[in-house]
């Protein structure tokens, strides 16, 4: 079993649509919860980072984390065409180091 | 404030070779984590360095070696090139005290 599980999709959804990316995890030590976005043939761009278990929004996106089922989600609302891009979730333990795993990554498509 | 930087953006090398890998961490960020992304995967932790010295390694051979100079800036090395390490090599800084990393373009390596 993999550390970080998430759907690779692709996902495909119409301009507007809400969209929910989600990851399962099996490490409880898990402390530090990330989602990254990767354009193409790009780095990726941190998108929200968040410490606990609960929600955090950010403008059109919002995380969420649930630490008793090791699952998190990113929702983004209101997509838009600019937000195609592959989403990866990423954790990481409180340790000297940083040590960040990555999920492989969910291939989202927003269409006009 | 300028962001994470890494030279070659591209390269092709053969199989046995040697490669080596620039990155210029963001303004401020003394720590710099290198890490692999084969396409389709999440990336993959090869190690970090912290004031010149490597503090925390992941699941990559004695054939991946880095450097860190006094300026933050860091190298890694890739010794005896094998056909799997084609990937785009990721290069992440962030600064003491805070927990977010922020990632460089990478570098695409193939190995012929």
């Known amino acids: 079993q993999k550390e970080v599980e998430q759907d690779p999709g692709p996902l495909s959804v119409p301009e507007g649509a809400i969209v929910s990316l989600n990851c399962t995890y099996s490490?409880?030590?898990?402390?530090?919860f990330m989602w990254y976005r990767q354009y193409s043939r790009k780095g990726p761009e941190l998108l929200m980072y968040?410490?606990?278990?609960g929600n955090k929004e950010d403008g059109r996106f919002t995380a969420q984390v649930d630490k008793s089922s090791k699952y998190i989600s990113l929702f983004i609302r209101d997509s838009q065409p600019s937000d195609s891009a592959t989403y990866l979730c990423?954790?990481?333990?409180?340790?000297?180091?940083?040590?960040?795993?990555f999920g492989p990554g969910t291939s989202l498509s927003v269409i006009p | 404030e300028t962001g994470v930087t890494q030279s070659p953006t591209h390269l092709i090398k053969t199989r046995g070779q040697q490669v080596t890998l620039r990155c210029s961490s963001q303004?401020?960020?003394?720590?710099v984590s290198w890490y692999q992304q084969a396409l389709g995967q999440g990336p993959q932790f090869i190690f970090q360095?912290?004031?010149?010295?490597?503090?925390g390694r992941g699941n990559f051979p004695p054939r991946f070696s880095g450097l860190q100079f006094p300026n933050y800036s860091s190298e890694l090395n890739v010794n005896a090139l094998e056909l799997d390490d084609s990937a785009l090599y990721l290069c992440?800084?962030?600064?003491?005290?805070?927990?977010?990393?922020?990632f460089g373009p990478g570098t695409r390596l193939t190995v012929l």
């Open positions: 992440a800084s962030r600064a003491g005290g805070y927990n977010e990393q922020f």
């Open positions: 490490n409880s030590a898990f402390q530090y």
């Open positions: 968040t410490y606990s278990s």
């Open positions: 990423a954790m990481s333990q409180k340790t000297s180091y940083d040590k960040v795993i």
């Open positions: 303004s401020g960020h003394n720590t």
């Open positions: 360095y912290y004031r010149e010295e490597e503090n």
